[in-house]
């Protein structure tokens, strides 16, 4: 029997429009959908989902390296398991499959295990807070930074000439408001980016400290108007 293909396929930030085509094809051709506990989406692609068998996967947001590798081997085992019968899973993560997404650790073990897998690209979270916000994220020759929020080495990266995105800004939010404003850099946000419950801030002090998780925030340097 041939052995089945893994898709980690990138449904996009939160708005349903904003899923590519293939992403759609790819979803519908699957035999198995995996997503995440977390279910944002699977909320996202619903409206093809119906009928489709769902493998739910523990991904947990976690600081302990050996419980999140033992929670990633188990995800890999349970669809390695379907490929070896044939059947093709696609495994949906927010944005995009290459950036900051726990599919990737998921991934490189079922490469390993010497299954088929591959990347069906989404729509970034910062790609969609620009469009959001009405402008570029960089042009001509500006650099474009992108950091987690949590980093622990921040200053560093404010201190680099050019733009700057923080993703996943939530927990960090305070410390970053703090750094931001002593720095006298402007920045604005989007919360929930095209999920229920978005906002939108246009101004550093605008910013919520206690804002959710999926938050993004763009710095743009050396520029007299706001994003």
């Given amino acids: 029997m041939k052995q089945?293909?893994?898709?980690?396929?990138?449904?996009?930030p939160g708005d349903p429009e904003l899923m590519t085509?293939?992403?759609?094809?790819?979803?519908?051709?699957?035999?198995?959908?995996a997503v995440p506990d977390g279910k944002i989406a699977q909320a996202?692609?619903?409206?093809?989902?119906?009928?489709?068998?769902?493998l739910l996967c523990d991904m947990p947001m976690l600081r302990d390296r050996a419980?999140?590798?033992?929670?990633?081997?188990?995800?890999?085992?349970?669809?390695?398991?379907?490929?070896?019968?044939g059947r093709q899973v696609a495994f949906l993560t927010l944005g995009d499959p290459s950036v900051y997404s726990t599919y990737m650790y998921v991934h490189r073990r079922v490469l390993a295990r010497?299954?088929?897998?591959?990347?069906?690209?989404?729509?970034?979270?910062?790609?969609?807070?620009a469009?959001?916000?009405?402008?570029?994220?960089?042009?001509?020759?500006?650099?474009?930074?992108?950091?987690?929020?949590?980093?622990?080495?921040?200053?560093?990266?404010?201190?680099?000439?050019?733009?700057?995105?923080?993703?996943?800004?939530?927990r960090s939010m305070g410390e970053l408001k703090d750094k931001l404003r002593a720095r006298g850099d402007r920045a604005q946000m989007v919360e929930n980016c095209g999920m229920p419950g978005e906002r939108v801030y246009r101004a550093l002090d605008e910013i919520d400290p206690d804002a959710g998780y999926?938050?993004?925030?763009?710095?743009?340097?050396?520029?007299?108007?706001?994003?």
């Fill in 131 to 170: 469009a959001r916000l009405g402008d570029s994220l960089c042009e001509g020759a500006e650099p474009l930074l992108v950091i987690p929020a949590s980093y622990r080495n921040a200053d560093a990266c404010l201190a680099f000439p050019g733009n700057k995105v923080f993703m996943k800004a939530g």
């Fill in 21 to 33: 085509l293939k992403a759609v094809r790819i979803i519908r051709e699957s035999d198995v959908i």
């Fill in 214 to 227: 999926f938050s993004v925030v763009v710095v743009k340097q050396g520029k007299d108007t706001q994003i």
């Fill in 67 to 85: 419980l999140l590798a033992r929670k990633h081997e188990e995800a890999a085992a349970r669809i390695c398991a379907l490929l070896e019968q």
């Fill in 4 to 12: 089945g293909v893994l898709y980690g396929v990138g449904v996009g």
């Fill in 44 to 54: 996202i692609a619903a409206d093809y989902l119906e009928g489709k068998e769902i």
């Fill in 114 to 129: 010497g299954y088929e897998a591959q990347l069906v690209p989404g729509v970034p979270s910062f790609c969609a807070v």
